[in-house]
Nanobody
């Protein structure tokens, strides 16, 4: 069964960087799409970035484009989210997710598997 485990969250100052990791197991990830979502208090869970495992095709939310980079390591079965130039508005719980499909999607309703989340806090 598919399991996703996030790590790498923490407290950073505005302008700083963090790298989140998502260790994936139990699935045929060569045909999966992987995504990062985040949820701040009082807000809906929103799309951050996604990658198609097989091709490496990516998609980013406008709010993070140019600052965040999603990538994957096939040998380690791990997806990463490199976050640079962090802003207080980036403060949220970040979730790794996966769905079976051929198109990279921003629609959280299409993602079937979710990690437990990792807290990212950006101070001013």
């Amino acid at each position: 069964q598919v399991q996703l485990v996030e790590s790498g969250g923490g407290l950073v100052q505005a302008g700083g960087s963090l790298r989140l990791s998502c260790a994936a197991s139990g699935g045929t990830f060569s045909r999966y799409n992987m995504g990062w979502f985040r949820q701040a208090p009082g807000k809906e869970r929103e799309f951050v970035a996604a990658i198609r495992w097989s091709s490496g095709s990516t998609k980013y939310a406008d709010s993070v484009k140019g600052r965040f980079t999603i990538s994957r390591d096939n040998a380690k079965n791990t997806v990463y989210l490199q976050m640079n130039s962090l802003k207080p508005e980036d403060t949220a719980v970040y979730y790794c997710a996966a769905h079976r499909g051929v198109v990279v999607t921003t629609n959280r309703g299409l993602y079937d598997y979710w990690g437990q989340g990792t807290q990212v806090t950006v101070s001013s």
